[in-house]
């Protein structure tokens, strides 16, 4: 998967959880260069919490690797976007690689299953599951 995958990869992410102008806000700075990515706030999706949709994990990232939502995916390569407070970088990385160890996820979105599943990351450890 090229570069150009996986920004339509998180393109897709967006629109399919977000806002409509967060979305196209989100993707104009993700089409730009990566030192626009840090004006890309995670932190925004905890305004948009739903029931269904857009939904504050409670646990630990281990626990979420383990959880029924997850749990098949933890060896999977996923699309994973740092931006905001982390140095702006768009990559395919396992799962359990982008939730644990050296190579986590500080701040960013991880795509898990295009369109389908996803993950917000906020600088503080907390985590919101997008999942349609």
Partial sequence: ????????????????????????????LLAMKPSHWSKIDPWKVWDILDARRVVEWRKTSADLLVSPLLAKHTG?????LRCGHEQPKIERIRLRDALEGQSSVFEGF???????????????GMICTLTA
Wanted: hydrophobic share 50%.
């Fill in 1 to 28: 998967m090229d570069a150009h995958d996986r920004r339509t990869e998180m393109d897709a992410l967006f629109a399919k959880f977000l806002p409509e102008e967060m979305a196209a806000r989100f993707s104009s």
């Fill in 76 to 80: 999977e390569l996923v699309t994973a």
């Fill in 110 to 124: 991880v795509s898990v299953l295009l369109g389908k599943l996803g993950l917000a990351i906020n600088h503080d």
